[in-house]
């Protein structure tokens, strides 16, 4: 299994980005799909999971996020809209093909598969 993960880059504050995960090697229509942060000498924080059976989305922080996922495609997306320099760090797709309860989709100890990192930069 592998997961892709894309869209990261250089953004001024105020602006967007969208970043992608794609999986390969087995579907996770039961499952459930996140996205964590790690920014430059800080822990590694949960940002947002969706399941990709119900759609039911978690968020750390409600409003400038959105979580979304194409099951047709494999694929999970997080769109980012009014981002901050507070938001710059390496961005990580995981990935789990079993179900969870709600509570737990922010750990990321419940994630069998992780992406390689996308690197996303908010100058001010």
């Known amino acids: 299994v592998q997961l892709q993960a894309s869209g990261g880059g250089l953004v001024q504050t105020g602006g967007s980005l969208r970043l992608s995960c794609a999986a390969s090697?087995?579907?996770?229509?039961?499952?459930?799909m996140g996205w964590f942060r790690q920014a430059p000498g800080k822990e590694r924080e949960f940002v947002a999971a969706i399941s990709t059976g119900s759609a039911r989305t978690h968020y750390a922080l409600q409003g400038r996020f959105t979580i979304s996922r194409d099951n047709a495609k494999n694929t999970a997306y997080l769109q980012m809209n009014t981002l901050k320099p507070d938001d710059t760090a390496v961005y990580y797709c995981?990935?789990?093909?079993?179900?969870?309860?709600?509570?737990?989709?922010?750990?990321?100890?419940?994630?069998?598969?992780w992406g390689q990192g996308t690197l996303v930069t908010v100058s001010s």
């Open positions: 090697g087995r579907t996770f229509s039961s499952g459930v």
């Open positions: 995981a990935a789990r093909n079993r179900r969870i309860i709600f509570s737990a989709m922010d750990q990321a100890e419940q994630y069998d598969y």
